[in-house]
């Protein structure tokens, strides 16, 4: 401050306070049996099975368990300290330590008559111990009556079963848990690190972190943790079985899984560990029975996991390939995609059964087209539905093209398109049992002018529509109990989006079905039992209960008898007729299509050619993943000329080195390349020149017709 002397005064202090309430602090303040509850949740001094009420149910059932086996323990415990007693005397009595310092000192010889010796004063002293043990027990049973064997035994059984505890570094007695570890790591994570250990996933000096501790999660027991720096959660994944193994569970019993998004890592693991199989059990009813219809925008409720959540599978913008070995519930599985399809009066059904059984004759009365049977008029007639169906997925196309962004904001039907009768673009399923038996057919068709077998037509004609049709509204569900590469073409595996694997003969046939490499990463359909009719391994496209990031998981298939087929198939009619949707087969109007041939010709060729419109083959993977991912860049003028292998082993998700392998194998070996970065420096990769897959691309055309000429 300046005083009027204009001399400067120093100024009083400021403060920056606020007003306090007295009477809301007294009644904000934690009151003493409130800071005793917060205390006793904190405390690392207090047990937590009395911090958490599951905890403490937990531990008196454990309790309770305990002290109905301590009988048996405690014999067990005797009769081991028994052992090691009987062990301990042998030594000492055979003078085992003397002998040995003898061994080591190469004077055994020379110690032989004091070993002999000591040998015999030993067992002097061991008879006269034993002499004067039994007169003292005589004696003072004289003196005090048989209390005394009572007395005497007790003690002597205390303290033999004490010598016979279970403790590691004791002679003769290693480290054995009593019961199935899997209970008891839920009380002593050590035992999980230990298991952690023995199946080699992480190092003997490394340990694992606890990010929650074992808990009840539905009929087992859940834990997550974090692995140490550098090892990865695939790899727990990939080795499940040897995880099961040092858990001494069966790997059925075990789930494991990679922790994603934000509350994950590439490290973070989270495991379930069922008490028992639980497949073991009777199937689950389709919750379809109890609904009056369905929207097929909604995922079509499929089965449950081991841990009894729901797994729904998304059809819409997707397609669906199941494969199995006959009688093990495939077209169980196919029937319960189908049936949330039949619910929705306002989708079209192509159904075609080449099995000829009687499986799918309950939708005849809602299907737009339909046939039983694997006759040469039925691979016909189904070579027509899909030339219709290509040509009604490029009409859709051009309507859409027409409509407003309002009404089709995208190039994708929307619900209230596929809902409004007047542009005609429902979703449209076909639906194909056994259909390895039209793509293995050998007749001969003309297509433009060339001469080619009927199969190849039909898998290029499901090639495109498996590519272009999603977005259309078109679904393909493909069943097969021949999943090998010569039934399934590798083009048409590449685009068929949800895949489920049910019990194969062999780890080639779970991988054709689910994808290349497959196994590796631990899901292996032929290591399913036989006995577990319905369950599969199911790798969904789309977003599921489990989460959009699940690579696969195994499900077991709600069960659907035919009785339930039946009535959810008559519901369907109800309510087609209600919506005036019924169409084709279903009104008894199946008149062959107006197709322009020459056109659905054109647009397959055009589709399906990779390569300079080559013909469409069989390629071998991992190359046909590699032709797909690139697509047009594969191009001879306009694609690329490069492509990093890095980038391949990422978008493909594959294993690097069996990767290099395989291409290898196929004549494609990777060479390195001087590329530039974003900062604009160049550096040099590893990759594969284009021209090098374009031309392994055509050797293994040149293959397969050398093969179809030895054939």
């Known amino acids: 401050m300046t005083s009027p002397g204009n001399q400067v005064e120093p100024a009083p202090p400021v403060y920056d306070a606020e007003l306090v309430d007295d009477s809301v602090s007294a009644r904000t303040r934690p009151t003493v049996g409130q800071r005793l509850g917060s205390w006793w949740q904190r405390s690392p001094r207090v047990p937590v099975a009395l911090k958490n009420r599951q905890a403490f149910t937990q531990a008196v059932k454990d309790g309770a368990v305990r002290a109905l086996c301590s009988p048996v323990h405690y014999v067990g415990a005797v009769v081991r300290g028994l052992v090691a007693a009987v062990r301990w005397w042998r030594r000492w009595v055979t003078v085992h330590d003397y002998r040995d310092a003898a061994e080591q000192s190469e004077k055994l010889a020379d110690k032989f008559t004091e070993i002999r010796a000591l040998t015999l004063f030993r067992w002097k002293v061991t008879a006269a111990s034993a002499v004067a043990g039994v007169l003292a027990v005589l004696v003072t049973e004289l003196l005090y009556g048989s209390a005394v064997w009572w007395i005497l035994g007790g003690a002597a059984s205390v303290a033999l079963a004490i010598l016979g505890r279970r403790k590691d570094g004791s002679p003769g007695r290693k480290p054995v848990l009593s019961g199935p ?318 895949r489920f694997a049910l019990r194969v003969m062999d780890w080639r046939d779970s991988n054709i079905i689910l994808g290349e490499q497959m196994n590796t990463r631990g899901y292996d359909s032929s290591k399913l039992f036989a006995s577990h009719k319905g369950v599969g391994i199911l790798r969904p496209d789309g977003d599921t209960e489990a989460g959009a990031d699940v690579l696969a998981m195994t499900v077991r298939t709600y069960y659907m008898p035919n009785t339930d087929w039946k009535t959810i198939c008559e519901r369907g009619r109800m309510l087609r007729e209600a919506a005036g949707t019924l169409t084709g087969h279903a009104i008894g109007a199946n008149s062959a299509p107006m197709l322009d041939l020459a056109a659905v010709a054109k647009a397959i060729g055009s589709s399906t050619a990779t390569v300079d419109d080559a013909e469409l083959v069989d390629v071998p993977e991992p190359l046909a993943s590699v032709v797909d991912y690139l697509g047009d860049d594969l191009a001879e003028h306009d694609g690329r000329a490069f492509v990093p292998t890095a980038e391949l082993v990422e978008a493909l998700g594959v294993e690097p080195t069996a990767f290099g392998k395989q291409m290898a194998d196929l004549g494609c070996r990777s060479k390195r390349e001087r590329i530039p970065t974003t900062d604009g420096s160049v550096r040099q990769v590893r990759g594969y020149f284009t021209a090098d897959i374009r031309a392994a691309l055509a050797a293994a055309g040149e293959q397969e017709t050398d093969d179809d000429g030895t054939d």
């Not at 000096?205 to 808990?215: C, G, I, K, P, S």
């Not at 899984?257 to 890592?265: A, D, L």
């Not at 039983?372 to 027509?384: M, P, Q, T, Y």
């Not at 219709?388 to 009404?407: A, N, P, W």
Request: charged share 25%; net charge neutral.
């Open 181 to 498: 570890r899997s209970l008891t790591w839920t009380m002593d994570p050590q035992v999980l690190v230990d298991a952690f250990r023995d199946a080699k996933l992480i190092g003997k000096d490394e340990t694992l972190r606890l990010v929650e501790r074992a808990h009840r999660q539905g009929e087992g027991w859940a834990i997550i943790v974090d692995l140490p720096a550098t090892r990865k959660a695939a790899d727990v994944v990939r080795n499940r079985e040897a995880l099961a193994s040092a858990l001494a569970v069966d790997e059925v019993q075990l789930i494991a899984e990679r922790v994603r998004g934000n509350g994950g890592h590439a490290g973070r693991v989270a495991l379930w560990v069922a008490d028992e199989d639980p497949y073991a059990g009777p199937p689950l009813r389709t919750p379809l029975l109890g609904v009056q219809h369905w929207d097929a925008w909604r995922p079509v409720p499929f089965g449950h996991d081991a841990r009894a959540r729901k797994v729904s599978l998304p059809l819409v913008w997707t397609s669906l390939l199941i494969g199995a070995i006959p009688r093990q519930g495939k077209t169980f599985a196919e029937r319960l995609a189908a049936a949330g399809l039949i619910l929705d009066p306002y989708t079209r059904l192509y159904v075609a059964d080449f099995k000829g059984g009687k499986d799918w004759d309950a939708c005849q009365p809602c299907a737009h087209r339909f046939f039983s049977g694997d006759d040469e008029e039925h691979l016909f007639a189904f070579k027509a539905w899909l030339e219709e169906l290509v040509s009604e997925t490029q009409g859709r196309y051009g309507r859409m093209r027409k409509l407003d962004d309002e009404t089709c904001p995208e190039s994708k039907i929307t619900p209230a398109i596929s809902r409004d009768t007047s542009l005609n673009m429902p979703i449209t399923a076909v639906i194909v049992d056994e259909a390895h038996i039209p793509l293995e057919s050998r007749i001969t068709i003309e297509v433009e002018g060339t001469k080619v077998p009927l199969g190849k037509y039909l898998g290029e004609l499901l090639t495109w529509l498996a590519k272009k049709g999603p977005a259309a509204g078109v679904v393909v569900i493909l069943a097969t109990q021949r999943p090998d590469a010569s039934s399934l073409p590798t083009a048409l595996r590449a685009v068929l989006g949800s």
